[in-house]
Each structure stands twice: as C-alpha cells, then as structure tokens.
C-alpha cells in the first residue's frame, strides 16, 4: 500500500511538475525567454514571469486588428470555447471576425476583462502599430482578498520572421503579495496557463490563418 502511494506521489508530482513547466514556457525559446521587451519594466522585478509563442501565416498588418478587440464582450480572448463556459460562463463566444468598432485602441484605453460590477480591466500602456501591445492591470482580485496584490502586464510582441510569417510571443509579467497569494499563482495558475495561453496563441492562429 506504501509504496502505491508512493508511485501516486511522485507521478502526480511529475505531471504537476510538467504542466507547471509548460505554463511558463508553452512555444516559446529559451533566447525569447531571456529577451527583454519594452515594458517589461513596468513590474520589475517580477515574481511571476511566462512565455507562451506560436508562428502564425501571417504578416504582422493582417494580425493586428485581431490584437486591437481582445476584452470582455469586445472580441474575446481566443481561448477554447469550453474553457470560456466553465470558467466564464457570462463572456461570450470569441469573435471570428474582425470588429471595426474596435480598431480606434489607444494609449490609456481601459479594456474590461470582466462585467462591469467586478471594476476588472486592463490599462493599454504601450501600443507600436503591427509591433507590440502592453496591457497593465491592478484589479484581477476582489475587495474580499483584504491585503492581496496582484500587478501585471501582459505584453504581446509580434515579429515577421519569413515571408507572411509573423512570431507571436505573449509574456506575463507579475508582483503578488503576501507570500501565500504568490504561492497559489505558482501551484495553481501557472500550470493552468498551460491551456490558457496555448489556447489563447491556437485561437489567435485559427482565426489570422483562416483555418
């Protein structure tokens, strides 16, 4: 019985362990990973770093009006449907096509990530047409969480690297406090971006691509 146990603790531990790896690396190169981009000092230093990257069929001009209407019941974030109905029940489908309505983003915008009683947003902080997004956001924890804080960018950085070939790397950077709300990032949500960034980069290439 021990030692079943035991062999049950040490594969959950490696799956844990893989799924935590590829939460934080998902697509990406150890040489993106080392890489600075533009606003990463905006949470420096960062307690929670991760790299998710696909190379989509694409130039960087026909991906960015699909970067420009992410946001709650804007164009969604492109992640699978059924994670959206478990998870967020409320937002609806992705878009599947370019929304014109919300092509004007620009520096200062706020970009709800939740209905509007939750005050969830994000705050665009740097915008380089066909280049690069950065999203900034203080508000992802409810009032309830007294004490806790959670600062973080999402920084999506597009790069032609062929012709009609775009690399796509979406970076995470983020401070939590206290010590035990840090932990429970790392245990619990890291792994869980596996499926949420994979799924984010996947839908993003379904759609650009056209596939």
């Known amino acids: ?80 449907r059924w994670v959206d109905r478990l998870l967020f029940p409320a937002n609806r489908p992705a878009a599947d096509s370019i ?15 939740g209905p509007p009683e939750t005050g969830c947003f994000f705050e665009v902080e740097m915008l380089e047409p066909h280049k690069l997004m950065v999203l900034h956001s203080w508000t992802h924890l409810p009032p309830q969480v007294r004490g806790a804080r959670l600062d973080w960018t999402w920084t999506f950085h597009l790069e032609p690297v062929g012709e009609r070939e775009t690399r796509v790397l979406f970076r995470v950077r983020g401070n939590l406090e206290p010590l035990w709300m840090r932990l429970l990032y790392h245990l619990a949500i890291v792994p869980a971006d596996f499926v949420m960034g994979r799924s984010m980069c996947l839908g993003l290439k379904q759609r650009v691509e056209g596939i």
């Open 99 to 113: 929304l014109p309505e919300y092509q004007d983003l620009k520096v200062g915008d706020r970009i709800p990530d």
């Open 1 to 80: 019985m021990g030692r079943k146990v035991d062999a049950l603790a040490i594969g959950a531990g490696a799956a844990w362990g893989t799924l935590y790896w590829l939460g934080r690396t998902w697509g990406s190169t150890r040489e993106e990973r080392r890489g600075h981009l533009p606003g990463d000092e905006i949470v420096e230093p960062a307690k929670v770093v991760t790299n998710h990257a696909t190379t989509l069929r694409a130039t960087p001009e026909e991906m960015w009006p699909w970067l420009l209407q992410v946001g709650w019941h804007r164009g969604g974030w492109y992640t699978y």
